[in-house]
């Protein structure tokens, strides 16, 4: 209230001194009652122009006093002999009351519309920002896709994000590895502080976009999100752009990064792709080739065994026992091949081992004639949930390898057992009375066979097949020397259980 006061006062101060210059003036001049009154008009709608509607009433009301005490006979007293003259003084008062106001409202209203069209015009340009971002963002959505069609394009594309995002300072893209802090940067420009890797694991940490004041504009770090996972940060530094317009340019990034990743996978897939058929192309080939001259071998040695003199046999068998593991070894490189290629699914159903130990035998015959092969099936073991051709394929690759390091007459011990830990399991080992397995020196990795290697191609094979079969093949030094291959396969469900897990 007392500002209000203070400013009438004011108001009534500039007034009152005003119109007692201009009426010394009209005093002086001697100027006639109705000119002074039509200066005395103007005088208060100038007040009201500048002043406001307070100052051109107060105006109005000194204006109508000063008339009448210095202009309007009799002089100098507030008395007014003719009638008429009162009613002058009324409307003039009125008039200039009138006109106060409407002078006000007018310059009100031509306040009200400058604001407008200046709320207008920022609109308007807020508006062309506006269409201007989006422009930039459509255009950089294309370029964007255009750069990310091929492999190692990603730099470009983070250069158009940085043109889009209009930073002066520099800034640029940095990728993440298993964790922010492990970082590689695909571009950057401007200069760089010790607090840079800081600075750039944050947002990914926290996964929210950081700003700091800049020297013009601010600077911004965003991450490169993801499914909600931050595959890197995206810096505009000094820029002035909206948050949700550098948004929008690190999505659109993140996007050209995930395609990037993309591209790169779809080409890793199509180079394994390649390289498995080029691979069972060149294995039918071989297979092809090789098979073609061991028929033919196979066809001379039978020949050659009905004519041949008894002191020669065992050569010959020595020969036609190659000539079989070939066999073997061309057929398990392509059963492999089908499988990797999905060509070939396992046909697993329940299988004794007993079964599968004969079975054996019976392809390895001509090994069983040269030495002992010992079969043992514990009473309590299992049935194997197996293809039988490629679980027959492993075992007999590794009693192969195990005739091969075994001394000439020592037993080959084929043994079936319960798995000690994993109830799932069966435990199948071949043992010999062979070297065994040199370790590694020390240093290097611990309880690696150092001859596996001249083990060959059957260990790989049977290895291979295992894991088509949801099982493992581990070497082994054997009590007492000797080596035992361990060949751990799923179990049979018994029926009860298969039923119970059915209704279940």
């Known amino acids: 209230m007392s500002a209000r006061i203070l400013r009438l006062v004011r108001e009534l101060a500039l007034a009152g001194a005003v119109i007692a210059v201009v009426t010394a003036a009209g005093a002086l001049l001697r100027v006639n009652p109705t000119t002074f009154a039509l200066v005395l008009f103007t005088l208060v709608l100038a007040l009201a122009a500048w002043r406001g509607v307070a100052g051109g009433i107060l105006a109005s009301l000194l204006a109508t006093a000063c008339l009448n005490f210095f202009f309007l006979p009799p002089l100098h007293t507030w008395h007014v002999e003719d009638p008429e003259n009162w009613l002058a003084l009324g409307c003039f008062l009125v008039a200039s009351i009138v006109a106060a106001r409407i002078v006000t409202h007018a310059r009100r209203e031509a306040e009200e519309a400058q604001a407008r069209s200046e709320e207008a015009r920022l609109r308007s340009e807020e508006a062309k920002a506006r269409r201007s971002e989006i422009e930039a963002l459509y255009q950089l959505s294309v370029d964007l896709f255009r750069a990310t069609r ?12 940085l043109v889009a995002s209009g930073a002066r300072g520099g800034g640029g893209l940095v990728l993440f590895g298993e964790s922010p802090y492990r970082q590689r940067i695909v571009l950057w420009v401007g200069p760089e502080d010790d607090s840079m890797e800081d600075l750039l694991a944050a947002p990914g940490r926290h996964r929210r976009t950081f700003e700091w004041p800049a020297p013009v504009g601010r600077d911004v770090y965003l991450p490169l999100l993801i499914e ?32 990037e990743q993309l591209v790169q996978e779809q080409a890793h897939v199509e ?67 089908r499988l990797e290629a999905g060509a070939l699914a396992p046909s697993n159903e329940p299988t004794p081992p007993a079964d599968l130990f004969r079975a054996v035998r019976e392809n390895l015959s001509l090994i069983a004639r040269s030495r002992p092969i010992v079969v043992r099936v514990e009473p309590d073991c299992p049935d194997l949930d197996i293809d039988p051709s490629l679980a027959l394929e492993i075992i007999v690759n590794l009693v192969e390898n195990a005739h091969r390091s075994s001394p000439a007459g020592e037993p080959i011990t084929l043994l079936a057992q319960r798995h000690p830990t994993e109830e799932r399991l069966v435990r199948l080992e071949i043992l010999d009375q062979g070297p065994g397995i040199a370790l590694l020196s020390p240093g290097n990795k611990p309880d690696v066979p150092s001859d596996v290697a001249h083990r060959g191609l059957g260990l790989e094979i049977a290895q291979g097949l295992a894991r088509a079969l949801h099982g493992t093949v581990t070497l082994a030094n054997r009590g007492g020397g000797g080596t035992v291959a361990q060949v751990d396969l799923p179990a049979a469900q018994p029926a009860a259980a298969m039923e119970a897990t059915g209704q279940s």
């Open 271 to 337: 180079a394994l792709r390649e390289s498995d058929a080029l691979k069972t192309s060149l294995l039918r080939a071989v297979s092809h080739d090789l098979t073609t001259p061991l028929t033919a071998i196979a066809l001379q040695t039978g020949q050659l065994r009905r004519r041949s003199a008894p002191e020669v046999l065992p050569s010959l068998d020595a020969l036609e026992m190659e000539v079989d593991r070939l066999r073997r070894r061309i057929g398990g490189l392509l059963a492999m091949a």
């Open 150 to 161: 091929r492999i190692g394009s990603l730099q470009a594309a983070a250069e158009r994000a």
């Open 228 to 259: 909600g996972r931050a595959s890197g940060v995206f810096v505009a530094r000094q820029t002035d752009a909206t948050t949700s317009a550098l948004e929008s340019i690190s999505t659109l990034l993140a996007l050209a990064v995930e395609r």
